[in-house]
């Protein structure tokens, strides 16, 4: 079982700062491409930003120059700091780890359950 447990969401105002983490646990023998997801009411599901094992990254342009995503690969934790935040940016925030299962080496896709960004004065 491999598990995400996401943390740091909340409420801040425009122009404010939030930083998230997500942990993932389990039986991890190699951690591949993780990253943040976000979905806003009514909207689909959009990739925000994600990193491989090597630190290569990449972002939706929406987000580019105001987050920053980071990950500690000894603790199979990603990061997400967001800064100059707009009330657009409000949306429930997904974790999401490709990951190799350590006890069938088989490549898992998992997800956390989310936390909740809200921007708003």
């Known amino acids: 079982q491999v598990r995400l447990v996401e943390s740091g969401g909340g409420l801040v105002q425009p122009g404010g700062s939030l930083r998230l983490s997500c942990a993932a646990s389990g039986s991890i023998f190699s951690s591949n491409i993780m990253g943040w997801y976000r979905q806003a009411p009514g909207k689909e599901r959009e990739l925000v930003a994600r990193?491989?094992?090597?630190?290569?990254?990449n972002y939706a342009d929406s987000v580019k120059g105001r987050f920053t995503i980071s990950r500690d690969n000894a603790k199979n934790t990603v990061y997400l700091q967001m800064n100059s935040l707009k009330p657009d940016d409000t949306a429930v925030y997904h974790c999401?780890?490709?990951?190799?299962?350590?006890?069938?080496?088989?490549?898992?896709?998992?997800w956390g359950q989310g936390t909740l960004v809200t921007v708003s004065s």
């Open positions: 990193i491989t094992s090597g630190g290569s990254t």
């Open positions: 999401n780890a490709v990951v190799v299962v350590g006890t069938t080496f088989k490549t898992l896709d998992a």
